[in-house]
């Protein structure tokens, strides 16, 4: 069973080197945090909003492959991006087509908390998955 911790003390526990592989972060929505840190917890499995990354431009040292380049696109989102790269496939076309997965479960209060929120779970798997399908396309473009 997964353990809640605050995100200073998982941190801690990273750089302790300690696993942090059943552990979930209650404090991850709220938490404004260093992009070091940011980037910590993300290399260990965690999402980090972006808007709760804090950096300052005099934190970020000097990248030549990165700060060199002249970006010639404004994309609205990592699906625009990856798009203009050849790496995923524009979704535009294919926008109106669904499709229905069966999920069993076997807790009975599982099963009616997910038929009271079936509504919001439908949102958050619809962009878990495509955000899981671009992550993959990227791995294996390379």
């Given at each position: 069973?997964?353990?809640?911790?605050?995100?200073?003390?998982?941190?801690?526990?990273?750089?302790?080197?300690?696993s942090?592989?059943?552990?979930?972060?209650?404090?991850?929505?709220?938490?404004?945090l260093?992009?070091?840190?940011?980037?910590?917890?993300?290399?260990?499995?965690?999402?980090?909003?972006?808007?709760?990354?804090?950096?300052?431009?005099?934190?970020?040292?000097?990248?030549?492959?990165?700060?060199?380049?002249?970006?010639?696109?404004?994309?609205?989102?990592?699906?625009?991006?990856?798009?203009?790269?050849?790496?995923?496939?524009?979704?535009?076309?294919?926008?109106?087509?669904?499709?229905t997965?069966?999920?069993?479960?076997?807790?009975?209060d599982?099963?009616?908390?997910?038929?009271?929120n079936?509504?919001?779970?439908?949102?958050?798997?619809?962009?878990?998955?495509?955000?899981?399908?671009?992550?993959?396309?990227m791995?294996?473009?390379?």
């Amino acid at each position: 069973m997964a353990k809640m911790m605050r995100t200073d003390e998982v941190i801690a526990l990273i750089k302790r080197g300690a696993s942090v592989k059943e552990i979930v972060v209650s404090d991850l929505e709220e938490k404004r945090l260093n992009f070091r840190d940011a980037i910590l917890l993300a290399d260990h499995g965690f999402v980090v909003p972006s808007g709760n990354i804090n950096y300052s431009d005099s934190e970020i040292e000097y990248d030549a492959d990165f700060d060199e380049v002249e970006w010639q696109e404004n994309y609205q989102n990592l699906n625009d991006y990856l798009v203009s790269e050849g790496v995923a496939k524009s979704n535009k076309e294919d926008a109106n087509e669904s499709i229905t997965i069966e999920l069993s479960v076997k807790d009975k209060d599982v099963h009616d908390w997910l038929q009271k929120n079936t509504s919001k779970l439908q949102k958050l798997v619809h962009k878990l998955v495509i955000d899981l399908y671009h992550t993959d396309q990227m791995l294996h473009s390379k």
